[in-house]
């Protein structure tokens, strides 16, 4: 689960969101949000009831800024493996800008796997916008050394932008999406638990060894019942053969 699927009561009560997501049969988590909890006491939080935190996503300023040494030291506090970078700030939103991105990226990348990690970046629509004959994401996985760089890929946005379908994308660039947001998307376009959608997921899965995926993180950014959807998402998935 990505935790930010379960952020209204995460803000209300930590400890019992994680033990109810644990209780459904979730065993991995992607932290996004601490709700004012250090890392050390969330990891406590997460040893209790037997789920581990994977990886964590920080702000673009801050892994491109002086603040990456102690991001760094918070997702192994965390007891994670990635550290990822959520979005790009729109002033980026451009083929030169995603360039520049690639070079901060391999920067950052390369202090990670000092420090025993590795640095993701989690796509959203935009990202596979086609910009003056060029496609944004493409900028990132062609300029990014795989050695120091992967991809959390979000197969909602993936779908929804259009240009990078997600069976594809494990095929044509392996082993570079460690982690996936397991996302669905409902007739109309809008968010949907996973499995009660449009998307194929055993059609994308088919591929994702290829792809290098270890880890299914579900999500859905507007649950109307964030319990619900966790335990519905959890009972397709874990029915799911392909």
Known sequence: MHL????????????????????????????????????????????????????????????????????LEDVHTLGGEWIVVPSLPGSLHSPAGYREVARQFNRAGLAARESGLKLLYHNHGGDHEVVDGVSLYDILLDETDPELVGFELDVYWAAKGGSSAPGELFVQHPGRFPALHV?????????????????????????????????????????????ASARASYRYLSRLRY
């Open 4 to 71: 930010y699927t379960m952020r209204t009561p995460l803000a209300a009560d930590f400890a019992g969101t994680l033990e109810q997501l644990a209780g459904i049969g979730y065993a991995t988590v992607g932290v996004s949000g601490r709700h004012g909890n250090s890392p050390a006491a969330i990891r406590q939080m997460l040893d209790r009831v037997r789920l581990k935190a994977v990886l964590e996503h920080v702000g673009y300023d801050i892994v491109t800024g002086p603040g990456l040494p102690q991001a």
């Open 183 to 227: 996302k669905d998307m409902a007739p109309n376009g809008d968010f949907a638990d996973v499995g009660s959608g449009v998307l194929d997921f055993p059609g994308m899965f088919d591929t994702a060894r290829q792809g290098g995926v270890r880890q299914w993180l579900v999500e859905h950014d507007a649950p109307a019942d964030p319990f």
